[in-house]
Structures are given as structure tokens and as C-alpha cells.
Nanobody
């Protein structure tokens, strides 16, 4: 059974940093593209970061230069390092591989 389990969300002040983790089980982690999405209140879920199986990365313009997606094949875990956080980054963040989704983790950026 494939599972993606997220951790690392929380409350952070503007300008701060957080690192989200997504631990995958039941699948060959390194053979698939990995994605991070987020959904802000009242908005549609949006794709913000992708890492292909060949380790190429793409980012939404809204997070480019501030967020970094990475993966640790030995730990079967993907990460999203988020720096210079802004209030508009407040959202529930989801990891995604193929048709599998994490449960979501809330990131709140506020004073």
C-alpha cells in the first residue's frame, strides 16, 4: 500500500523558513516525478514545485528563488525548503507522486 506522510508545517513569521517533508512508502520513490502543491483558503490547489525522475526542477513564479524541492532516495523522502516566507504563502501544502497524495500540512505565515 502506497502512503505519503507529510510533516513540518506550522506557524512562522514573515521572512522565516520552514522545511516540509514527505515520506513515501510502498513505492520506488526515485523512479517518479515528485510534486508539491498548495491550496490557500478560497483558492484552487496549485502546483508550486516539481522534481522529475532525472532531478530536473521547476517552480511556480510565485515561489521561484525562495523554495527548493529535493529528494533523498535512501530515505524515500522528498522535501520542500521554504525561505523568505510571505503571508501569501499561507496554505495547506500537499506532496504528490503519480496519483498519490499526502494528507496535507498547514503552513501559516503571520506576525
Amino acid at each position: 500500500q502506497v502512503q505519503l506522510v507529510e510533516s513540518g508545517g506550522g506557524l512562522v513569521q514573515p521572512g522565516g523558513s520552514l522545511r516540509l517533508s514527505c515520506a513515501a512508502s510502498g513505492m520506488i520513490f526515485s523512479m517518479n516525478a515528485m510534486n508539491w502543491y498548495r491550496q490557500a483558503p478560497g483558492k484552487q490547489r496549485e502546483l508550486i514545485a516539481t522534481m522529475t525522475a532525472g532531478s530536473n526542477t521547476k517552480y511556480a513564479d510565485s515561489v521561484k528563488g525562495r523554495f527548493t524541492i529535493s529528494g533523498d532516495n535512501a530515505k524515500n523522502t522528498m522535501y520542500l525548503q521554504m525561505n523568505s516566507l510571505k503571508p501569501e504563502d499561507t496554505a495547506v501544502y500537499y506532496c504528490n507522486i503519480l496519483w498519490y497524495w499526502g494528507q496535507g500540512t498547514l503552513v501559516t505565515v503571520s506576525e
